[in-house]
């Protein structure tokens, strides 16, 4: 058990780093993680049924700005090897999956709270000239820090069982979670503050609000309103300039005609 707990922890690491170092090749997805989580304990096929299952759920979570979506990284290794090493349903993976995803999301913000005093000891060094000091800051000790933070939990949920976690995760005082819960609530806000300040104009204003409005009057999902989005996307970077330019050029060949009739009337 410990080799199998060193190896998937080892995924873990290279799932979180995905999206960190690696640029983005869609191994830190639930489908992906929970199958290698199944290849190293020997069930595939239940590991592909969970991470197909958890995939549903995280489809919608996106980090945005500032704001920190539950982390199904964590919550799909230690759901996937829960199913697996208890011989339970993929449907009863999933009520760990959710505590241990939101677990992993405060854990995410501690941490990021911890590595902030990276970036003060960074200025320190710029001003005494240290660069390569610097350099190590963002990537080394930040990739460091950000593998124990997944290392840690599932080679202890693995090696020492799923029980572990779930007590850990029980034993955490009412006041820490609803401050980091508060937290969290407030970070998408802020989030989103950040993402209009860089991307909104007087060009995309209406689109905001368009969304907004069709989203908040209309009764329509989230999947309805992207079908929408997408289509006018098409209809406006598409068939709009395609269909103006095909008028400039009627215009075009009309005025080139003109021309030809004057230059025919200056002759006779």
Do not use: C
């Not at 999933?94 to 005093?117: D, E």
């Not at 034993?171 to 860089?198: C, H, R, V, Y």
């Not at 330019?245 to 004057?262: E, Y």
């Amino acid at each position: 058990m410990f080799m199998k707990a060193l190896l998937i922890g080892i995924i873990s690491i290279i799932a979180m780093l995905d999206s960190r170092l690696f640029g983005r090749s869609n191994l830190e997805r639930p489908l992906i993680v929970s199958t290698l989580v199944g290849l190293v304990l020997g069930d595939v096929t239940k590991g592909l049924m969970v991470g197909a299952s958890l995939e549903l759920i995280s489809m919608g979570l996106v980090n945005v700005g500032a704001a920190v979506a539950t982390d199904m990284v964590l919550g799909s290794i230690i759901a996937t090897a829960f199913a697996i090493l208890s011989n339970t349903s993929a449907q009863a993976a999933l009520t760990v999956a959710i505590p241990i995803a939101v677990f992993g999301q405060l854990l995410g913000i501690v941490v990021r709270m911890l590595m902030s005093s990276l970036s003060h000891m960074a200025e320190r060094d710029i001003e005494k000239g240290k660069f390569k000091r610097v350099l190590s800051y963002h990537i080394v000790w930040g990739m460091v820090f950000y593998s124990l933070m997944y290392f840690i939990p599932t080679f202890i949920a693995i090696y020492f069982g799923t029980g572990v976690v779930s007590a850990i995760v029980k034993e955490i005082p009412d006041w820490l979670t609803n401050g980091l819960t508060l937290s969290s609530k407030i970070l998408p806000a802020f989030g989103f503050a950040l993402l209009m300040s860089t991307m909104l104009s007087k060009k995309t204003a209406v689109y905001l609000f368009l969304g907004f409005f069709i989203t908040a009057y209309a009764n329509i999902s989230v999947t309805g309103v992207a079908i929408f989005a997408v289509l006018l996307a098409l209809v406006v970077n598409e068939f709009l300039p395609k269909a103006g330019k095909g008028n400039g050029t009627a215009a075009t060949a009309d005025s080139t005609d003109d021309s030809d009739d004057d230059d025919d009337l200056e002759e006779l």
